[in-house]
């Protein structure tokens, strides 16, 4: 049977080095560092993480040395980085304990979890979902990624973000309230991993504006970083 149209090209990041992998769901953790939930309004007590998702074709990928230029998003007044540590599952599962979560990520990378603040804002006060706000074209900026394999699973690493050379974020993703491997099994709670599956996982303080002209950068030390430009 033919295709009724064109089918999607499949949503792929470039790994360090060489290869190319595939992304199915993008899963996202809101409010994962202390400081970054008390900016934002909240009590950063350990309740349960909790999540919201992007399509996979908001992923565009950056490379470790080039700059992606992207428009300026439609529909805001007030877009938002934030720098997270991303995670990059290999192997599938569900109900998966969370001392065997780490064997089922295949890899990391960096990525900006890009928000129209101001829509999120508005969605939020009225208790409506987040999609307007979180989930738009080109939302999920992303390094090439680097496996497991090669960096082992990083426990302690500085993230970081510049906008225009000028730091704005700085952090240590060991601040996470909820570690990658505890993200990986709570979610698979909720949902069965299946490999291609990213997990953004969280951002720390100092979120904050991007207007059209401006460049930023974030890393996470041993892992990757990227670069951005609006225009
Ligand atoms: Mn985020």
Not at 58 to 65: H, N, Q, R, T
Not at 148 to 176: F, K, T, V, Y
Request: aromatic residues 8%.
């Amino acid at each position: 049977m033919a295709y009724v149209i064109e089918p999607p090209r499949p949503v792929v990041v470039p790994v360090l080095g060489d290869g190319l992998f595939p992304v199915r769901r993008v899963y996202c953790v809101g409010r994962n560092y202390a400081a970054h939930a008390r900016e934002m309004g909240a009590d950063p007590t350990r309740e349960a993480p909790f999540f919201f998702c992007k399509p996979a074709d908001a992923v565009v990928s950056v490379g470790p040395e080039g700059v992606l230029e992207l428009p300026y998003p439609v529909a805001t007044a007030n877009l938002h980085y934030e720098a997270e540590l991303v995670v990059a599952i290999g192997l599938g599962g569900a109900d998966i304990p969370v001392d065997e979560a780490l064997a089922h990520v295949w890899g990391y990378g960096v990525g900006l979890d890009m928000t129209r603040r101001d829509l999120q804002t508005a969605l939020k006060d009225k208790g409506r979902p987040w999609e307007l706000g979180k989930a738009f074209d080109r939302s999920a900026p992303l390094s090439t990624l680097v496996p497991a394999g090669a960096i082992g699973h990083p426990q302690r690493a500085a993230i970081w973000l510049e906008r225009n050379g000028e730091s704005r974020q700085r952090a240590d993703i060991a601040d996470m309230i909820w570690s990658v491997a505890e993200i990986v099994a709570h979610l698979s709670r909720y949902f069965r991993l299946e490999p291609g599956d990213l997990v953004f996982t969280g951002t720390p303080d100092g979120v904050g504006p991007v207007v059209a002209g401006d460049v930023v950068e974030a890393g996470v030390e041993g892992v990757g970083r990227l670069r951005v430009r609006y225009v």
